[in-house]
């Protein structure tokens, strides 16, 4: 399949493994309301669905040995 740029090939290749882990970290970290300033926590669990890659940035970290 030709990939028309690198978000939709992320997107295509590692689907499941995003909305695993976007799954996980709203339901551990995220609120439900998106009021709160403080660690409120829904008591229930938040389905997601129709994950789309918006963008990507890479950085680059080099290490310098003393």
Not at 5 to 30: G, P, R
């Amino acid at each position: 399949m030709a990939y028309t740029d690198f978000k939709t090939y992320i997107q295509d290749k590692f689907a499941d493994y995003l909305l695993k882990q976007v799954s996980a970290f709203d339901n551990e970290y995220h609120d439900g309301i998106g009021f709160h300033t403080l660690n409120v926590l829904s008591v229930c669990d938040q389905e997601v669905d129709n994950l789309i890659v918006k963008s990507i940035r890479c950085t680059e970290s080099i290490r310098h040995l003393v």
